[in-house]
């Protein structure tokens, strides 16, 4: 992989994207693609390409590039096109800070602590694992309780079993995957309890992870403790009642010998809050407008440390988009300011981007609090589309087009699921 030497690093750039995984890399192309010279990836691994390069299975791809990438070949496939978009990289690289003047701090062996000056930022760094300690599981701390990403890497990228006798608390896209990753390497794995009444990754995931493989998955159920002295050597799990509490009398022991835990990922956000960039609470990233600039002028944000997306052809279009945003302003051009701010509505968790325009087409991308079968997704009084099902673990995605906003002139626009026979009614 190129990586810049000392003396080809320059002061300045048109655009500096921190972050070279899926959104890192299809922005700079999207920079470059609207004007900007000079663009410059900065990441902190050895390699970019993100968390794609552990994700050895197949299912990536198929909107973006209409076939079945496993990740480490989706990312290479972006690389390509960044290298023939003549952008510099530099791995190895932790970047420290971004000032609203746009001065980008990096600190590495091979550069030392640098700076360099942006026209514009595109902030693109992913997200990370929430860990038992976000939930504060009781019980003692014995080897063999970690994260599935971590569990992913350890298999994937190192070579090594995590365990023989696997417990999965939570049923996001990477439990789901490394259950099916165990089983293939030998490991048992007993089964994958959940607090919610349904599952929280991606319905093919379900079904190809852990039906397929016999995998019993437990709804509303969750572990209460975690027993062991230097090791797991077994955890207690509870059904749940409605308001999500334990229900105690009816614990029941799981004996394993690695408990993986699924329960989320959070915004890498630090560098954004440290800017001073208005966060939505509900997602934790970045407020961003429809072309991806955050309420700080010229710094652009997407991908994972936006918003989490379960699928990565998404965050290369919205990236790309969020660099093509970067590379205009840069230019010193900007689009028309937006007009319609999307809010939330019944069943609606969050909407991203959170304004957009009555004269240009824009994708939205909503998450729902339950699921709802069949139902009706409505903007305002002005727009209804029908849709076969939603549930909380698929992101929703929406084309706005300006004919659905005929007659609406800007203002508060209301999203909302709802029931189709309420729809209807
Ligand atoms: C286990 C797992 C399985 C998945 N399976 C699928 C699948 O089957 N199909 C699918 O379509 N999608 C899948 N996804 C989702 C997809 O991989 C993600 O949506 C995508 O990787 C997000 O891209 P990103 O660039 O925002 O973040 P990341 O891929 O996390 O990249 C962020 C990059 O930023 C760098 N970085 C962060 N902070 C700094 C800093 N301060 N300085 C320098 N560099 C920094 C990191 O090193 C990293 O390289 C999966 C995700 C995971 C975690």
Known sequence: MPDLQPWQLERR?????????PAGLAAAVGAREQGAERVLIVDRESEPGGILQQCIHHGFGLHHFKEE??????????????LEHDV????????LDVDPTRRVSLLSGRHGRTEVDAGAVVLAMGARERTREAIRIPGTRPAGVMTAGFAQKLVNMAGYLPGRRVAILGSGDIGLIMARRLMLEGAEVVGVFELMPHANGLTRNVVQCLHDFDIPLHLSTTVVRIHGHDRVDKVSVAPVDEALRPRMAEAWEVPCDTLLVSIGLIPDNELARALGVRLDPVTTGP?????METSRDGVFACGNTVHIHDLVDWVSQESQLAGGGAGAFASGRRSSADNVRLVPGRNVRSC????????????????VTKSLAPCSLRLGE???RPLRYVVPGEMVTLKVRPRFLQGFHGGNLHVDVVPRE????
């Open 13 to 21: 750039y048109d655009v500096v994207v921190v972050g070279g995984g």
């Open 69 to 82: 990438l496993t990740g480490p070949a989706y990312a290479q496939r972006y690389l390509e096109r960044v």
């Open 88 to 95: 510099d990289i530099v791995t190895d690289a932790y970047v």
């Open 287 to 291: 407020v961003v407008t429809s072309t």
């Open 352 to 367: 991203v981007p959170h304004t957009i325009t009555t004269d240009r087409e824009h994708t939205v991308f909503l998450r």
């Open 382 to 384: 002005v727009y209804e």
């Open 422 to 425: 309420e729809a209807a009614a």
